[in-house]
């Protein structure tokens, strides 16, 4: 069974700060995603990443960036936190094309 | 732009209802469509999928969806739904030439005990 796990379910953060969130899959998945998850607005794809140190823009990229040195980790970064980042963000991997999504249990920030 | 539209944000139902939960997708081409599900508290997981074939597909946990071509309709179906199924349930929609899931803004269902 595929694990993918996001290190923090619950974060409070201030604005300015910088935020590290952090995903870890144990399948050996080359697609890795980050989306974040709003009432009413569903699920938006922030980055995703194809391979180590390969990324890619999704719909909403403002304001983060991301990092994949391994192939098992994907982090999403905060460069300075704003209150409209509160939110929840879930990460994901994608085996092949054929194959649905993996999520771990998500990660809820509040930036105060 | 490809976009997909799930009519209800909530609804509510008392055991052993009827559910239908609506989702319409626009895309020109061949798409590969999904239903997921997010049991409180839970990760979102799959509940059915449809690449291509029979559109009348089978998911988990007695649930069914419908695809219907001409509508670019991918509806939701389960004949008698259960407290258990208390959920928030997504459509997802991918068309054939893209990687990327296009999602619908979901739907949160309370069944009532």
């Known amino acids: 069974d595929v694990k993918v796990t996001q290190s923090s379910r619950y974060l409070v953060k201030r604005t300015g700060e910088k935020v590290f969130l952090e995903c870890v899959q144990d399948?050996?998945?080359?697609?890795m995603f980050w989306y974040r998850q709003d009432p009413g607005l569903g699920l938006r794809l922030i980055y995703f990443s194809y391979d180590v140190k390969m990324k890619e823009k999704g719909d909403i990229p403002e304001g983060y960036s991301v990092s994949r040195e391994k192939k098992e980790r994907f982090s999403l970064i905060l460069e300075s936190a704003s209150t409209n980042q509160t939110s929840m963000y879930l990460c994901a991997t994608w085996p092949s094309y054929n194959s649905p999504l993996h999520f771990g249990n998500g990660t809820r920030l509040t930036v105060t | 732009a490809q976009s997909v539209s799930q009519h209800n944000h909530h609804v509510i139902l008392s055991e052993a209802a009827s559910l239908e939960l609506g989702c319409n997708y626009s895309?020109?081409?061949?798409?590969?469509l999904f239903w997921y599900v997010q049991y409180p508290g839970q990760h979102l997981q799959l509940l059915l999928k449809y690449f291509s074939g029979d559109p009348l597909v089978k998911g988990i946990k007695g649930f069914e969806a419908e695809f219907i071509k001409s509508k670019f309709s991918f509806n939701l179906r389960k004949p008698s739904v259960q407290w258990s199924d208390t959920a928030e349930y997504f459509c997802a929609v991918r068309g054939d030439s893209n990687y990327q899931l296009i999602w619908g803004a979901g739907t949160k269902l309370i069944i009532k005990p």
């Open positions: 399948m050996d998945h080359e697609n």
């Open positions: 895309y020109g081409g061949t798409v590969n």
